[in-house]
């Protein structure tokens, strides 16, 4: 089993929608969970981190189930500049501040 | 804002011979780590580097690779012998501790041929 899997998408969508990604990681002691984005031959940037109760930053929310190892980022009011591939990042072990990367999910918004 | 400097922007640099990719980390940060990513592939883990000691590496840091804070403040990746298959993106990344997640720079472009 992969340590981080993801849909590769891409996902395409309008403009406005809501899109919702989705992850799942093999490692139960894993304690720290991001999103981070990528736009094409760019770095990746932190969009948010994922914190078990959930948490929202403007139109993006995260959430955990760390029973079923899986975490979701739910974009609302998709914006052209939204495009770009999102990439669900876990750290590997409860005492590691290494981090394992998702091979990313892609976003398409259309006018 | 903060970030993190990595020179140069692209390489490009024959078989067999040796390259140094350069990063300056954000200045009160304390963890730093070289990531790769060959073209249409994930984000890899190469080396983490804490209190001027590797603290992990993966097993594609093998003994063609090594990593340096010469100054303090620069953190250097040197890749001794390349091979075609290190063409990548090379990304240094810093932390302050802590899992607030990292600070990536805007990578290394490094072309074997």
């Known amino acids: 089993r992969k340590e981080v899997e993801q849909d590769p998408g891409p996902f395409n969508v309008p403009e406005g929608a809501t899109v919702a990604f989705n992850c799942t990681y093999s490692n139960s002691a894993s304690q720290s969970f991001f999103w981070y984005r990528q736009d094409c031959r760019k770095e990746p940037k932190l969009l948010m981190s994922v914190y078990s109760s959930g948490n929202e930053d403007g139109r993006f929310t995260a959430q955990l189930n760390r029973a079923s190892q899986y975490i979701s980022l739910l974009i609302r009011d998709s914006k052209l500049s939204d495009s770009a591939t999102y990439l669900c990042v876990v750290n590997s072990r409860d005492s590691s501040y290494k981090l394992i990367f998702g091979s990313g999910t892609r976003l398409l918004v259309r006018p | 804002e903060p970030e993190v400097t990595q020179t140069p922007s692209h390489q490009v640099t024959q078989m067999g011979q040796e390259v140094i990719l350069r990063c300056v980390p954000i200045?009160?940060?304390?963890?730093f780590y070289w990531y790769r990513q060959i073209l249409g592939q994930k984000v890899e883990f190469l080396v983490s580097f804490y209190n001027n000691e590797i603290s992990e590496k993966s097993e594609i840091f093998d003994d063609q690779f090594s990593v340096e804070r010469p100054d303090g403040s620069n953190f250097t990746l040197k890749i001794r012998s390349t091979k075609l298959e290190d063409s990548a993106m090379y990304f240094c990344a810093s932390e302050a501790g802590g899992n607030y997640g990292y600070t990536f720079g805007s990578g290394t472009r490094l072309t074997v041929v």
């Open positions: 200045s009160n940060h304390l963890y």
